[in-house]
């Protein structure tokens, strides 16, 4: 039986490379023609809301995105954005490049290398029912919000950034589980804190700039959290997790 497994997943990833080969070889890619990775994805998203909890969470003498009107239309464009990318990993449809459909495609292979246990890959599959799932509108206010308010335009409703957050930890998890089995993980995953508040040093001062750049990198904490975080039980997961760090050691071989 394990070896029937081995040769199935070779088959998998044997073709998983050749359909690399011949896409990285085609006009569509190299016109630049194509969906964005699942990656690109995940941590656009990561970024986004980790800048407006930085901008949600820290008191500032000017208040900018009440005063002007850029601000004011940027962040409207930025929950535009974060619904966006919401949606793009939960499409349902099989010729959609989303989140749900490449877990479909893994997960019995994450199982069976034991990437991952029987237990949470069920809780996972619970969550990504259609119908009855954590990512409908009976069950998320998130989705409800993004399919309602931002896809339709049928009406409007009140929601909160920590309801978000209750999906996006459930994305994260499944993308973590994902990344760890199929990579050695991904280096310098987010921008700086200098980077993401680049340039805002006329509407805020330096001690509000570091109090911005902490509190964004709170939230990249509680990120790498919910990444080793089991989904069923909510323990931590001894795994790695799916952002990697290279150290050096020096070692004196005397002379």
Not at 104 to 109: E, I
Not at 129 to 157: C, D, L, Y
Request: proline share 2%; net charge negative; hydrophobic share 40%.
């Amino acid at each position: 039986m394990a070896r029937e497994t081995d040769e199935a997943s070779r088959a998998v990833w044997q073709s998983h490379i050749d359909s690399l080969e011949e896409w990285v070889a085609s006009d569509k890619y190299q016109t630049g023609d194509y969906a964005e990775g699942i990656d690109t994805l995940v941590l656009e998203l990561i970024e986004w809301r980790a800048i407006i909890f930085a901008f949600e969470g820290v008191d500032t003498k000017r208040t900018p995105f009440n005063s002007y009107t850029f601000f004011s239309q940027w962040r409207v464009g930025a929950v535009y954005t974060i619904f966006s990318l919401l949606g793009k990993l939960n499409a349902k449809d099989a010729r959609d490049n989303s989140l749900r459909n490449l877990w479909t495609t893994v997960a019995s292979f994450i199982e069976g290398d034991g990437a991952c246990t029987a237990e949470e890959i069920a809780d996972i599959e619970r969550r990504l029912r259609p119908s009855q799932g954590q990512f409908t509108n009976a069950r998320s206010k998130a989705m409800r919000f993004r399919n309602t308010v931002i896809a339709h335009n049928e009406k409007s409703f009140g929601m909160t950034w920590e309801e978000l957050d209750i999906d996006i930890q459930t994305f994260v998890r499944i993308w973590s589980l994902i990344v760890s089995w199929s990579s050695f993980g991904i280096l310098q995953p987010f921008r700086s804190g200098e980077e993401a508040f680049a340039g805002l040093d006329s509407f805020f001062d330096s001690s509000e700039l570091i109090a911005l750049r902490k509190k964004r990198k709170e939230y990249l904490d509680r990120v790498d959290v919910w990444c080793k975080t089991h989904l069923h039980n909510g323990k931590v997961d001894p795994g790695r997790g799916p952002f990697a760090t290279i150290s050096v050691t020096v070692q004196n071989l005397g002379s």
